[in-house]
């Protein structure tokens, strides 16, 4: 096994991500992206599907590097409006079990008032490591 979640004799187990991930392999930084289509079109305005989208291509980039959400061990989700995110938590819920299924690496949310793209309403930092290879 090359990556195994951390989780501290005593703490509460967290919902939706991990304390903290110890992975062995080649290391994938995937730049922060967005919730727009290989055209850099978004596909929607609203937060649960730009969060989707955002995911996909999380997942594309991972795949194209010959890995999968498996290996994700780190991630930095950027946040323009935090009532939008949290009013939006079921259907991120549900697109997170959808793309990346059962998999929760160390995450942090930070809302931020602008991102570089005016349309975009999340953006998403990625660390993964891969099997050695």
Known sequence: MTHQSVQ???W???RGYSN????EGRTLFIAGLVGWDE?????SDDFAGQFAQTLKNIRTVLET???GPEHICRMTWYVTDKQKYLASLKDVGAAWRDIMGKVYPAMAVVE???LMED??????ETTAVLPAG
Request: proline share 7%; glycine share 12%.
């Open 119 to 124: 349309r975009a309403l999340v953006e998403i």
């Open 39 to 43: 055209n850099e079109k978004f596909v």
């Open 112 to 114: 931020v008032t602008a």
């Open 12 to 14: 509460v187990r967290p």
């Open 8 to 10: 501290p004799e005593g």
């Open 20 to 23: 903290a991930v110890l992975a």
């Open 65 to 67: 590097a010959g890995g």
